[in-house]
C-alpha cells in the first residue's frame, strides 16, 4: 500500500510517498518552510501544497508536533498555541480533500524504526527520541506504543527544560560544539535512563546524522543507536500510521 507522509516540523514540513510494505520512499522527498507563525491554516495550506506537488488524492499520514488523542491537538510544539484545541484530522482533510490521520511526530517516528529500523525484533522497552528544534520523544514495550509521551518538556536537575538545553535548536541558537552540546545532551540522556531504564535507545531527527560527532560524549549504560531512517522516520512512520487506521 502506497501512503502520503508527512513530517510536519517547526522548521520544515517533509513529505514523500511511502510503500508502507517495505518502509521505503517511493518518490523524492519535498520540503516545504514551515510557514511563521504556524497557525492551524498556515500548516493546512503546506499541507494542500505537499498533495498537489504529488498529485495525490489517497489517504495521507501526517506526524505533528503535538499530543494528539482522537485527532486533536492537545499540546503545541514550536508551533501556534491556537492549535491546541484543534481537530487536525478534520481540519487537514478539508483543506487537503485527502483523509488525513495525524500522531504525534515522535511516535511516527518511533514507529518506522520499531517497524522497519533499529528496533525491530528488540524487545523490551525502546526509546526513541528525535532531535530537532525540540526534543521528542516515542516509547515502546515489547513493540507496542505508549503514545504521546512527550519527555522532551522535563525539567533536568539543573532547573533547565530538556528542549531548551539540547536540542539541536538549542545548538545551532548558542553555537556550542558537538562536543559540548554532546555533554548537554548526555545529561539528558542520563535522565531519561534512571526514570525507564531502556534496553535500547534509538536517535533520531536532523541531528542524529551526526552522531559521530557527540557519540564519545554519551556515558549512559544502556546501548544508542542513530536511527535507520535518520530524518526520514517521521515520514515513513506517519505512512504507517494512516495505514494502520485505514486497514
Known amino acids: 500500500m ?38 492551524p491554516e498556515a500548516i493546512a495550506e503546506v499541507l494542500a501544497q505537499l498533495v498537489t506537488h504529488f498529485n495525490w488524492n489517497g489517504p495521507v499520514g501526517c506526524g505533528f508536533p503535538a499530543a494528539i488523542q482522537h485527532g486533536v491537538a492537545k499540546t503545541a510544539s514550536n508551533i ?15 483543506t487537503t480533500h485527502c483523509t488525513c490521520y495525524a500522531v504525534n511526530d515522535a511516535d511516527a517516528a518511533g514507529m518506522a524504526e520499531i517497524y522497519f529500523g533499529e528496533g525491530a525484533d528488540q524487545s523490551g522497552v525502546v526509546m526513541l527520541i528525535t532531535i530537532g528544534t525540540g526534543l521528542g520523544t516515542a516509547l515502546f514495550t ?13 525539567f533536568l536537575e539543573n532547573g533547565a527544560s530538556a528542549e531548551h538545553y539540547a536540542s539541536d535548536a538549542v545548538r545551532k541558537s548558542e553555537d556550542l560544539s558537538w562536543k559540548s552540546w554532546g555533554n548537554r545532551f548526555n545529561t539528558y540522556l542520563t535522565l531519561m535512563e534512571k526514570l525507564f531504564w531502556p534496553d535500547l535507545i534509538i536517535l533520531g531527527g536532523g541531528a542524529s546524522k551526526k552522531f559521530d560527532k557527540f557519540n564519545a560524549q554519551l556515558t549512559v549504560q544502556t546501548p544508542v543507536k542513530p536511527a535507520a531512517f535518520l530524518n526520514q522516520a517521521g515520514i515513513v512512520g506517519a505512512a504507517l500510521y494512516a495505514k494502520s487506521k485505514t486497514i
Open 2 to 39: 502506497h501512503i502520503l507522509g508527512v513530517d510536519i516540523g517547526g522548521s520544515g514540513i517533509k513529505g514523500a510517498i511511502v510503500d508502507t510494505i517495505t518502509g521505503t520512499l517511493i518518490t523524492e522527498r519535498h520540503r516545504i518552510k514551515t510557514p511563521k507563525p504556524a497557525t
Open 142 to 154: 515489547d513493540g507496542k506504543l505508549m503514545p504521546n509521551t512527550e519527555l522532551g518538556h522535563l
Open 80 to 94: 501556534s498555541k491556537s492549535f491546541i484545541g484543534c481537530n487536525i484530522d478534520k481540519l487537514f482533510t478539508e
